[in-house]
């Protein structure tokens, strides 16, 4: 097959999605300059044809004719915008971030980051770099609806948030799966492009058990126990509580490998057998069976989703999970779980950080990992007092459908001086910004699967040029931070790495220029002279991308990668006994409520792909809710249901199954559309999120996280009370 590497050529061109983790291989067909078609990249040698439909769809966001691809200024109310200059554009929100930040200081301006920013090395390097040189602290986004509790539970066992392990998929035979629907979302911060496949091997030769309140896709395939919403903490409880009781633990590993053993088991006893099987809804002797199986398995781990992070107790839940890995020996085991390993040299052992280094203006939250949690941005920008967010940079995000008490926030963001927005799309969030600045797709630029190459399982390079130039206007994500700093009189975004770098080579790099570095410089580049090693240019030569086989085994050496001095694992922290004292005073819910969890679709993300009428015209959003608790309410299937709690009130159509627990009930979220996309404006659902809630009361203490899932709601026929 022919490949093209010029961008615009008509023929095929090899590139890679940036939706998610995965980073799937696809083929991109141009004519006449557009994208006429995307299909699987079967010559991709990681992926090897396989593809979501997400992925094979996203030209259709690229040529949408609702797509913005001329700068925008708002003339008016919310979503009256006109066309702008782009020089009339930057020089204007250059002026006023400048005075802004000389009158008020660092605290007055905020950010919120999405998810199509993400997954792109130019958009999420330049948004760091840009935020770094204004010396932004106040950076909030997606994080904490959806993974800091994870990031936590890293912090507590590792010391770093961004220390992340994955379960060895390629040599598992026996994998635990919580909170999770692989199959549906490819899973979280684990570059694997085929999980089925390796599922299915792995259920092959072993087990594969998942442990959901919802028959989900996932769950149908394999060994499925349903579990009642936010009863993992409980099952853990449970699981460790046999393990350490029935002396299954090597007592060589535990003094090896970890730091407090004695204070983690004295906190799983305190936690009784009636009290979990109340809280899981699962029999005793199934999770003792499950634990004395996981533990006897040479080759075994516990993989836990999203999921596991956005209810009551997502961090102590997403904690207990590794712990469970780590006193079973599972830490750089084959088969067990890893760190993976960047094709780029890793740093020295890093410090111990990356929780509460600040806290929350309003509320006294922590950060994580420098993220502020989006419960509070609302009243960051409402509540007077010194360092008020009065500017807001939204990088492709739309909190308003998205996050917490979003028509609070609408209100909130008209006290802003100044709202700037970078994306491809108007939609709910950026109607009340001051400009909407048109950014390019990930088929309109170069990039490198940057995210997915600091934990790669099966050692993979690529780098991919642009399938064609930038629609309209369109600009990199980058070259507009670039073109703001200038304007600041910055040398680039950066006010300290980037100035640096630009003196010692005479201009400034871009982030691809900056990654190629570091794979150079890396355990298998070309030393920028090493003729079998691998760099940007040599990687040109091999559009489909390749595999590494000669990478270090991250598992021999995991160790060094735990930022705790002696290198072991802290099975019990204090946080956890924190986290155990909630537990404790966790009131049972209401006999007369519904436990409302969210799910996935292959065909959506998020928000930002309901305008392509191929992914969403087959959607239906619906409550499932079981027989038996629809029987008891008189719901019939299809009827319309009012779904309440003390936050407001939504009415969807009902669906009956028996795919969804007894006392649960489950309903999508990010849909609920009324802006400048005329496809996802005509779709039926609504937006979940409205029964949300704001502030402190209504996140996880110790990770800011929103409580997004497991909400206790009353579920009543419409037009009943």
Not at 261 to 285: K, N, P, Q, S
Not at 653 to 676: C, L
Request: glycine share 10%; hydrophobic share 40%; charged share 25%.
């Amino acid at each position: 097959m022919t490949i093209s590497m010029t961008p615009g050529e008509d023929g095929r061109h090899a590139t890679f999605c940036r939706l998610c983790e995965s980073f799937c291989g696809m083929i991109a067909t141009v004519k006449d300059g557009r994208i006429v078609a995307l299909a699987p990249d079967r010559d991709n040698p990681h992926s090897q044809g396989h593809v979501c439909v997400k992925g094979v769809s996203v030209h259709q966001v690229t040529h949408d004719p609702d797509r913005v691809t001329v700068p925008l200024k708002r003339v008016g109310g919310p979503g009256e915008f006109a066309p702008v200059g782009w020089d009339e554009a930057l020089d204007d929100i250059a002026a006023r971030l400048k005075a802004l930040l000389a009158d008020h200081g660092a605290g007055a301006l905020a950010s919120y980051l999405g998810n199509p920013t993400a997954f792109s090395t130019n958009a999420y390097i330049g948004f760091m770099e840009f935020m770094s040189a204004l010396g932004s602290y106040k950076l909030y986004g997606a994080g904490s609806q959806d993974s800091n509790a994870r990031m936590v539970a890293n912090y507590m066992i590792h010391g770093g948030p961004g220390m992340i392990v994955f379960p060895d998929l390629i040599n598992t035979d026996f994998l635990l799966i919580l909170g999770a629907n692989p199959l549906v979302s490819n899973g979280w911060m684990i570059f694997d492009p085929r999980w089925r496949h390796d599922l299915d091997a792995i259920a092959q030769r072993g087990r594969v058990v998942v442990i959901d309140p919802r028959a989900s896709e996932t769950a149908q395939r394999f060994e499925h126990h349903a579990i009642k919403a936010d009863g993992d903490v409980w099952l853990l409880t449970g699981l460790i509580r046999t393990i350490i009781e029935e002396g299954l633990v090597d007592p060589a590993v535990i003094a090896r490998d970890t730091e407090g053993y004695c204070d983690l088991a004295v906190a799983m006893a305190m936690v009784g057998w009636d009290e979990i099987g109340e809280r899981t809804g699962m029999d005793a002797d199934v999770i003792r069976g499950l634990a004395r199986d996981f533990a006897a398995s040479p080759r075994a781990a516990v993989y836990g989703g999203l999921g596991l992070c956005r209810g009551r107790f997502g961090t102590f839940g997403g904690y207990l999970s590794s712990v469970l890995n780590a006193i079973t020996g599972r830490y750089g085991q084959e088969g067990g779980v890893r760190f993976g390993r960047p094709p780029w040299a890793l740093p020295p052992r890093p410090p111990v950080a990356g929780h509460g280094e600040r806290r929350t203006r309003i509320g006294n939250l922590p950060t994580i990992a420098g993220k502020m949690p989006c419960a509070m941005l609302p009243a960051d920008i409402e509540e007077e007092g010194d360092d008020r967010v009065r500017a807001l940079i939204l990088s492709a995000g739309n909190p308003v459908v998205s996050a917490p008490g979003g028509a609070r926030l609408a209100r909130a963001l008209h006290r802003l001086d100044l709202f700037v927005s970078l994306d491809f799309y108007h939609n709910e969030t950026n109607a009340h910004a001051d400009y909407i600045l048109p950014t390019t797709t990930f088929l309109e630029r170069a990039d490198w699967p940057y995210v997915g190459m600091f934990n790669l399982m099966r050692p993979f390079l690529q780098y991919s040029e642009a399938v064609i130039p930038p629609v309209g206007e369109a600009r990199e994500d980058y070259a507009i931070y670039d073109a703001i700093a200038r304007r600041m009189g910055l040398d680039g975004p950066s006010a300290q790495p980037l100035k640096k770098r630009a003196a010692r080579m005479g201009r400034l790099p871009d982030p691809n220029a900056m990654v190629d570095r570091m794979v150079r410089k890396g355990p298998v580049g070309d030393a920028f002279g090493r003729t079998d090693g691998w760099s940007r240019a040599r990687l040109r030569d091999h559009p489909h991308g390749v595999m590494v086989e000669d990478m270090p085994d991250d598992r021999q050496d995991w160790r060094e990668r735990i930022a705790y001095l002696d290198g072991r694992l802290r099975i019990w922290h204090p946080l956890a006994t924190e986290e155990m004292a909630r537990v404790h005073g966790e009131p049972s819910p209401q006999a007369d409520t519904l436990r409302l969890i969210g799910r996935r679709d292959i065909r959506s993300i998020n928000s930002w792909m309901h305008n392509v009428d191929k992914l969403v015209r087959s959607q239906e959003q619906t409550l499932m809710i079981h027989p038996d608790d629809a029987a008891a309410r008189g719901i019939g299937d299809g009827a319309s249901v009012r779904i309440a709690n003390e936050n407001g009130a939504i009415t969807v159509p009902a669906e009956v199954t028996g795919d969804i627990a007894r006392g649960m009930v489950s309903y999508p979220h990010g849909w609920g559309h009324k802006a400048g996309w005329e496809r996802a404006n005509r779709t039926e659902g609504v937006n979940v999120n409205i029964l949300l809630g704001l502030g402190r009361d209504w996140v996880e203490p110790v990770s800011g996280m929103t409580l997004i899932d497991c909400l206790d709601v009353q579920v009543t026929l419409s037009g009943n009370m």
